[in-house]
Nanobody, 124 residues
Framework: QVQLEESGGGLVQAGGSLTLSCGAS????????MAWFRQAPGLEREVVAA????????NYPDSVKGRFTISRDDAKSTVYLQMNVLKPEDTAVYYC?????????????????WGQGTQVTVSS
């Protein structure tokens, strides 16, 4: 069992940057592959980044590739999402998720634990 809590969301102008943090408590974070998902009003939840349990592999959809970076610091029990060159279409609630597996995936139903989300709003 692990508990997740996101922080770092806010309002930013297009072209700006934000860093989101996901703090974990309970079971050691190193037992989980991790991912960030987002959901905008009226749209389905979609993955924006995934990282393997050991941090050796990361994956991103084309919509954010080259702009977003996921990283993990298991000693601090924290996963990060660095977001650069933000666009209005990045506006959404961003969620941290954990999966009892070595490899991260792009399917939300594969993940076992979720945070409550943090709002990111990008103005034009």
């Amino acid at each position: 069992q692990v508990q997740l809590e996101e922080s770092g969301g806010g309002l930013v102008q297009a072209g700006g940057s934000l860093t989101l943090s996901c703090g974990a408590s309970g079971r050691t974070l190193g037992n989980y592959a991790m991912a960030w998902f987002r959901q905008a009003p009226g749209l389905e939840r979609e993955v924006v980044a995934a990282i393997s349990r050991d941090g050796a592999g990361t994956n991103y959809p084309d919509s954010v590739k080259g702009r977003f970076t996921i990283s993990r610091d298991d000693a601090k029990s924290t996963v990060y999402l660095q977001m650069n060159v933000l666009k209005p279409e990045d506006t959404a609630v961003y969620y941290c998720a954990a999966k009892e597996s070595l490899y991260g995936t792009f399917r939300s139903r594969d993940y076992d634990y979720w945070g409550q989300g943090t709002q990111v709003t990008v103005s034009s």
